[in-house]
């Protein structure tokens, strides 16, 4: 019986210190240009191993500025298994920003599906609210585009992404843009 008591009190102890440690982490982040996102999607609790494998990464996601004269890189912090960093950055980047001289570019509603890496390509997969949402003309989407694609190719084992809807390539977001093809980098796009 006093085993049980001296457990509980010794997890109820490491339990308040997590809480505290967490709020602390919170807290200190507030002000911060970063942002912490998730890479997991999963709602289970999971188990310890798979929380152990997951790491904190600082990535570059691009964003237009106001004038939509070129993409500034943000960095944020994503946790994610070694095998969810690409949807965790695709994740980070349709997060938005709360910086004011940055835009956003993606619909609210698009959603993403899936993001698969094979081959130096990146596969991008978005629900039908990536194009039925999408209300730019040409410059919009080269800046969806451009902060797509240098946001993912920051990653050295990504060359070129693939935008893909509801599991099919498209020709174009709004008739402006061939992709029917994987896209490779934009660097004319990113301001210095």
Do not use: W
């Amino acid at each position: 019986m006093k085993l049980r008591n001296i457990l509980a009190i010794v997890l109820a102890v490491l339990c308040m210190a997590l809480l505290a440690g967490c709020d602390e982490q919170s807290k200190a982040g507030g002000g911060s240009s970063q942002a912490v996102v998730s890479g997991s999607s999963s709602s289970s609790a999971g188990s310890s191993a798979a929380l152990q494998e997951a790491a904190f990464l600082d990535i570059s996601v691009y964003y237009p500025d106001v004038n939509a004269t070129g993409l500034v890189a943000v960095t944020k912090t994503v946790k994610a298994q070694e095998t969810e960093k690409y949807q965790a950055a695709v994740e980070a980047l349709l997060a938005g920003t709360d910086d004011k001289r940055l835009t956003e570019v993606f619909p609210k509603k698009a959603k993403l599906r899936e993001v698969s890496v094979s081959g130096g390509m990146a596969k991008v997969d978005f629900d039908k609210n990536l194009t039925a949402g999408f209300v730019g003309g040409s410059t919009g989407e080269e800046m969806l585009v451009g902060s797509l694609v240098n946001t993912l190719t920051e990653f050295p084992e990504i060359k070129k992404v693939q935008i893909l809807v509801e599991g099919k390539a498209i020709d174009s977001l709004s008739g402006h843009l061939d992709l029917s093809r994987p896209v490779g980098r934009m660097s004319e796009l990113i301001k210095k």
